[in-house]
């Protein structure tokens, strides 16, 4: 399988010009430049950047160049420490992952998907050289998360448009397109076959959910914010608590003995369909999302990126976890400064 050079280990910055509330105030404070020096210093080679459409657009779709300085602003801090990006359109104009948002419409109105497409040729145009004259690297993420399953073939479509669009302006950038069900593993077969060499696959992990986002309400029905759960719990409770807290199964726990417990087999089990189908299609395959919840403890928290960092380096997977600063993942924040040393180890 081919792998993605320069986007092998990475952090999300989450929270910073995506999933938030889009003031000057959040775009001046959450992230410094201090930062990137120290994603840099955790021995990382790339940040994933997630804007909304709102720091670029205002509601009816002028261009605000206020929020390009800022990206190209990351881009100069990323340069200074010798750090890659990948550019991640984490909301366009009716659709977001998160349905809190109340953006809709999308995939059935093609004025919306027209509004996509200029964006990401404006996007393109603006960002296809911001590295010239270094030796780093930027790619475009299309979109970030498509929930539905029935959105397949659509979105399918609506990438490859946007992506020969962006191609008649920046034929040879790194394009990451994601599938349904959230960029699951398991939609990584109904992805188009590749576009040209230029595209990488990219899905998300957070695998096993009831340990990954234990205490997370948006994930199920019964999830109390209360709720806590041991990664080395047997996967006969996982499937009882699952269906309990979640309301769905999702991994085929039944795969494995009923008192097994999360190890690298579990994680070499479910990337198993995803990198056959990446090798195939000689196509990169990239994980933009992956972390564990503030809620699991510290020491779960780490042994739970060892295994999955080994099935990462096993198949030369490159990856980005979730995220550098709260949003309730903070790989940078104080519940983790005892086994930070360690952790970026498996980053």
Not at 78 to 98: Q, R
Not at 160 to 186: D, F, M, Q
Request: aromatic share 14%.
């Amino acid at each position: 399988m081919k792998e993605f050079n320069g986007f092998m280990h990475g952090v999300n910055i989450g929270g910073w010009y995506s999933q938030c509330n889009h003031t000057e105030e959040r775009y001046d404070n959450f992230i410094k430049k201090e930062d990137f020096a120290t994603i840099k210093s955790w021995g990382l080679d790339h940040i994933r950047l997630p804007i909304d459409y709102e720091l670029v657009e205002t509601a009816d779709g002028q261009k605000i160049e206020k929020g390009y300085e800022r990206i190209r602003q990351a881009a100069k801090w990323c340069a200074e420490n010798s750090l890659n990006m990948i550019l991640d359109l984490h909301k366009t104009c009716g659709y977001s992952f998160d349905a809190g948002y109340k953006e809709s419409g999308f995939f059935e109105d093609e004025k919306l998907q027209e509004r996509f497409y200029k964006l990401w040729e404006s996007l393109a145009e603006n960002f296809k050289d911001v590295f010239a004259g270094t030796n780093n690297e930027i790619c475009f993420e299309l979109l970030n998360e498509v929930t539905d399953q029935a959105y397949c073939k659509k979105w399918n479509a609506i990438a490859r448009t946007c992506i020969e669009r962006i191609r008649a302006i920046a034929p040879t950038t790194k394009i990451l397109v994601g599938s349904y069900w959230n960029n699951s593993l398991a939609s990584v077969k109904d992805l188009d076959q590749p576009y040209d060499e230029n595209i990488v696959y990219n899905f998300h992990c957070y695998e096993p959910l009831l340990f990954t986002h234990q205490g997370a309400p948006w994930v199920g029905p019964n999830m109390n914010p209360d709720f806590r759960f041991p990664l080395k719990s047997k996967f006969a409770d996982y499937i009882t608590k699952t269906s309990e807290k979640v309301g769905q199964i999702g991994t085929a726990f039944g795969a494995f003995a009923p008192d097994a417990t999360v190890d690298v087999n579990y994680f070499e089990t479910i990337f198993a369909e995803a990198v056959k189908v990446a090798e195939e299609r000689n196509v990169m395959l990239y994980c933009g999302e992956y972390g564990t919840i503030d809620k699991a403890t510290p020491e779960d928290t780490l042994e739970w990126y060892k295994l999955i960092s080994t099935v990462f380096n096993n198949h030369g997977i490159g990856r980005a976890a979730w995220s550098f600063r709260q949003m309730d993942f903070g790989l940078a924040d104080a519940r983790l400064d005892e086994i930070r040393p360690e952790l970026i180890k498996y980053l």
